[in-house]
Structures are given as C-alpha cells and as structure tokens.
Nanobody, 115 residues
Framework: QAQLVESGGGLVQAGGSLRLSCAASRSIFSISTMGWYRQAPGKQRELVATISSGGYANYANSVKDRFTISRDNAKNTVYLQMNSLEPEDTAVYYC?????????WGQGTQVTVSS
C-alpha cells in the first residue's frame, strides 16, 4: 500500500504564498503522474495541477500564472508553490498519485486565505 503525506498548509493573508509538499512511497513515485486537487466546503473536489513522470505540467485556469507544480524524483516529493493567494483558494488540498493501474490519495492539508 503506497503512502502520500502532505504538508505545508496553513493560514495566510490574501496576496501571500505557501508551498505544499507531498512525499510519496519510492515504489510508486517515479512512474506516477502526481497531482494536486482541492475541495472547498460545499463544493466538489477539483483539479489544481498535475505533473507527469516526465515533468509535463498542467494547470487549472483559475491558478495558472499563480501556482507552480514541480517534482523532485530524488526525494520522491511533489510540490505546489502557491503565490498571490486569494480567499477563493481556501480549501483542503489533496495530493494524488496515479497511473492506469492505480490511484492513491493523501489525507489532505488545509489552506486558509484570509481577506
């Protein structure tokens, strides 16, 4: 059973920055597409950004030019650098690792942006 452990969430003022980290089991990280998703209260979980095993990144329109996803294969870790945060970015952020054969989710980390 693979494990994903997120960290880096917290409370920040609008316009501020946070960096989320997600450490994955070495056995799955190198071949998995990694993604960040978020779920705000009363809303469905939505895609924030993904990065393929080869480093190709994809972003939701709402975070493009503000958020950057990256991965460090040596550390089995994926990051989400979040800049110019807005109150609308408040949500629980989840890390996901997936291929055509499996999907794993982390436990989530809370990000709260105050106005």
């Amino acid at each position: 059973q693979a494990q994903l452990v997120e960290s880096g969430g917290g409370l920040v003022q609008a316009g501020g920055s946070l960096r989320l980290s997600c450490a994955a089991s070495r056995s799955i990280f190198s071949i998995s597409t990694m993604g960040w998703y978020r779920q705000a209260p009363g809303k469905q979980r939505e895609l924030v950004a993904t990065i393929s095993s080869g480093g190709y990144a994809n972003y939701a329109n709402s975070v493009k030019d503000r958020f950057t996803i990256s991965r460090d294969n040596a550390k089995n870790t994926v990051y989400l650098q979040m800049n110019s945060l807005e109150p609308e970015d408040t949500a629980v952020y989840y890390c996901k690792a997936y291929t055509v054969r499996y999907t794993y989710w982390g436990q989530g980390t809370q990000v709260t942006v105050s106005s």
